[in-house]
């Protein structure tokens, strides 16, 4: 069975970090693009970041450069977001998924996880 479950999520105060993971059964990661989306209250789901089945290359949306890091650990079959410097507008739900390669359409993604709520507030 194909299952994708996110972990890490939690309450951070703005300024601290968090590092999300997505864990896969039934299926290699390393032969998707895995994404990482969020969806706050009120807000259209977004993209956050990806990265490439092939080459390993990793995208990330304007509003978490420079402060979220995208990999991968094949041996685990795992794929991780490290958020960094969190603000308060990253609050959201965030869940991974998988696709034939990355894009910022989730509608492109066939698997998905539950999602993991994070919520930076003082």
């Known amino acids: 069975q194909v299952q994708l479950v996110e972990s890490g999520g939690g309450l951070v105060q703005p300024g601290g970090s968090l590092r999300l993971s997505c864990a896969a059964s039934g299926f290699t990661l390393d032969y998707y693009g895995i994404g990482w989306f969020r969806q706050g209250p009120g807000k259209e789901r977004e993209g956050v970041s990806c990265?490439?089945?092939?080459?390993?290359?990793?995208y990330y949306a304007d509003s978490v450069k420079g402060r979220f890091t995208i990999s991968r650990d094949n041996a685990k079959n795992t794929v991780y977001l490290q958020m960094n410097s969190l603000k308060p507008e990253d609050t959201a739900v965030y869940y991974c998924?998988?696709?034939?390669?990355?894009?910022?359409?989730?509608?492109?993604?066939?698997?998905w996880g539950q999602g993991t709520q994070v919520t930076v507030s003082s």
């Open positions: 990265i490439r089945r092939s080459d390993g290359s990793t």
């Open positions: 998924a998988a696709a034939s390669d990355c894009s910022w359409y989730w509608r492109r993604y066939d698997y």
